[in-house]
């Protein structure tokens, strides 16, 4: 059953250093979103990624976040400059034309 | 008001029972709404979505919606131990369909 992946599974990093994750979503799904959730907090939307361009953002989404979809199958984030807040997990998902969104197993990011 | 509001539990059910999650959302024009399964340290876990007013079954799970009250509950017939986890509650939103979540509640089966 395809599967959304992500890379890598757990990023340690000092504050201020920037950091890419990376997401596979499923190969014939359209939509690409990226989600975070601190620990012991609930699953809060980050921005959202259709045709090429961000169609969502949140307000958490601020100048310190991009995404990107580089090629045909990756799907990343990134964080230029990471604050000690930006600790979190971090998933993507995607979906196809139903509503239905498939999440990834994550990366757990910390920030030193 | 919480967008989308859950009791935190624990829930605490025996083997066997039947367990009952219940949610509440603020926005009435919402029209998905998605229960997402979640172990300790792991992703959300789709396992049931619902669109209409009414029921929807699937194996053990039933989920409810009444758009009236706004409310969406899920019902785990046959609890068994590996149900144990942390039951989210999502309402799409937007042209975008961007997920909000509840806090989640955890559910504990006891064998």
Redesign the interface.
């Known amino acids: 059953e395809p599967e959304v992946t992500q890379t890598p599974s757990h990023q340690v990093t000092q504050m201020g250093q920037e950091v890419i994750l990376r997401c596979v979503p499923i190969s014939n799904h359209l939509y690409f979103y990226w989600y975070r959730q601190i620990l012991g907090q609930k699953v809060e939307f980050l921005v959202s990624f259709y045709n090429n361009e961000i169609s969502e953002k949140s307000e958490i989404f601020d100048d310190q976040f991009s995404v990107e979809r580089p090629d045909g199958s990756n799907f990343t984030l990134k964080i230029r400059s990471t604050k000690l807040e930006d600790s979190a997990m971090y998933f993507c998902a995607s979906s196809g034309w139903g509503n239905e969104q498939f999440f990834g197993p994550g990366t757990r990011l910390t920030v030193l | 008001q919480k967008e989308v509001e859950q009791n935190s539990g624990p829930l605490s059910v025996p083997e066997g029972a039947i367990a009952s999650l219940n949610c509440t959302y603020s926005d009435r024009g919402s029209q ?1 709404f ?1 229960w ?1 399964r979640q172990y300790s340290g ?5 396992i049931m ?1 619902i ?1 209409s007013n009414g029921d929807k079954e699937d194996g053990r799970f039933t989920a409810q919606l009444n758009k009236a009250s706004q409310y969406v509950s899920l019902l785990i017939r046959d609890s068994q131990p590996s149900d144990s986890a942390t039951y ?1 509650c ?1 309402v ?1 939103r ?11 509640t955890l559910l504990a089966v006891q064998p």
């Open positions: 998905s998605f997402y792991k992703s959300p876990e789709l979505f669109y989210l999502a799409n937007g042209a975008t369909n961007k997920l909000i979540f509840g806090t989640g």
